[in-house]
Structure formats: structure tokens, C-alpha cells
Nanobody, 121 residues
């Protein structure tokens, strides 16, 4: 499956963005989907994951209550709604597909190209 992420941009602290990730290929609904992010000089960090049917989601404490992952299997798309953004959320955001909705980077086998999110103070 090929992934294409978009929706990043520049936003002020407290603002919001909605990232989208379009998938091509078959059997999208069989994949768990996730968002990760990577800031300059830092390791890639787990942000959110959602199961294939969309019934299970998981977030780290750093974004819980502010970010929401969702998917539309009819459109082969996954989304990340990001609210109450802070400068610490500044990073390149990647969508990824894997067999299980886990937090480990290495568990995901397909990756999008990334979209830049910059939050100004």
C-alpha cells in the first residue's frame, strides 16, 4: 500500500490542524494505521494508532485529549485532528500502515512521505 500524507502547515499556539493520509492499494481496512512524528535531532515518536475497523485507538500521554485519529475505509483514508497545538508539537508527521495497532516504529511496514507541522509561539 502506498501512503500520501498532507495537511501540515504553520499554525499559532492553541490552533488546530487536520492531517490526512490517503492510501492506494487493496485491503486498506486490514491494516492498522498510525501517525508518528519526528522533530529535528529527535527520534521518530508515536502519536496515534487505530485498528483496521476503527474500533480501537491509542495515544501517548503527550497528545491524549488533544489529538484524535480516525479513518474512513470507504475512502482509504486516515486522519489526525490536532487541537490545542503547542510549539512542542512541531515536527514532520508521518502516517504508517502495519498489521497491528502498536506503538513501535518498527512494526509498521508502509510509510508516507511526511508533512511538516510548525507551531509558532
Amino acid at each position: 500500500v502506498q501512503l500520501q500524507a498532507c495537511g501540515g502547515g504553520l499554525v499559532q499556539t492553541g490552533g488546530f490542524l487536520r492531517l490526512s493520509c490517503a492510501a492506494s492499494g487493496r485491503a486498506f481496512s486490514t491494516y492498522a494505521m498510525a501517525w508518528f512524528r519526528q522533530a529535528p535531532g529527535k527520534e521518530r515518536e508515536f502519536v496515534a494508532t487505530i485498528s483496521g475497523a476503527g474500533g480501537s485507538t491509542n495515544y501517548p500521554d503527550s497528545v491524549k485529549g488533544r489529538f484524535t485519529i480516525s479513518r474512513d475505509n470507504a475512502k482509504n483514508a486516515v486522519y489526525l485532528q490536532m487541537n490545542s497545538l503547542t510549539p512542542e508539537d512541531t515536527a514532520v508527521y508521518y502516517c504508517a500502515a502495519g498489521h497491528f495497532p502498536v506503538t513501535r516504529v518498527g512494526a509498521y511496514i508502509h510509510w508516507g512521505q511526511g508533512t511538516q507541522v510548525t507551531v509558532s509561539s
